[in-house]
């Protein structure tokens, strides 16, 4: 199943973020100076797509221009979830950086997944306002995976073929549930 701008956009609808203005240039999305280049990724947008490799069913394909299409528009408009993002990605680059001696994005995807199992985030509470692992479940692994299952490709993933955002039409709903 193959990912594109158009899902992204309907993940985006299902936040509620208008899809009229998304702004589609990645040096946009983390362009306030908002980064600290000792502790954060050198390309945030590069390190959310090698997350979500790790978090997406590997039958999922088109994930670069996906991920950065929806995380452009995502932070676009709202400083406060861009800056706890970057906390995030922080914290993950610094783990990765410490435990296995290279940035999360140049790390194997064997590797990145080991990152991520060996911080617990699969086993963490998504909070907002918790911990380091907490705030990377929230921010990103959740945003990541929220992001696939409201699009319409990723929906269909599940068996949702109409997910919130994306209206599908009259036929499926006439179409019984074994159609």
Do not use: C
């Not at 039958?59 to 906390?87: A, C, K, M, N, P």
């Amino acid at each position: 199943m193959e990912l594109s701008r158009r899902d992204a956009i309907a993940a985006l609808a299902a936040v509620g973020i208008g899809t009229g203005g998304v702004a589609l240039y990645r040096s946009d999305a983390f362009g306030d100076g908002s980064i600290d280049s000792e502790t954060s990724p050198d390309d945030p947008i590069d390190t959310m797509i090698a997350l979500a490799a790790v978090v997406y069913p590997s039958e999922v394909s088109g994930i670069d221009e996906f991920v950065e299409t929806y995380v452009v528009g995502r932070l676009e408009d709202d400083e406060t979830h861009e800056e706890r993002t970057v906390q995030a990605l922080a914290h993950l680059e610094g783990y990765a950086s410490d435990e296995f001696g290279d940035s999360f994005v140049d790390l194997s995807p064997e590797d990145r997944d080991a990152v991520l199992r060996e911080l617990g985030v699969q086993n963490a509470q998504p909070n907002p306002e918790g911990s380091d692992v907490e705030r990377i479940r929230y921010y990103l692994v959740n945003e990541l995976l929220y992001a696939l299952f409201t699009s319409p490709t990723g929906g269909e993933l599940v068996g949702h073929e109409n997910p919130p955002g994306h209206g599908g039409g009259l036929d499926s709903y006439r179409r019984g549930p074994d159609a």
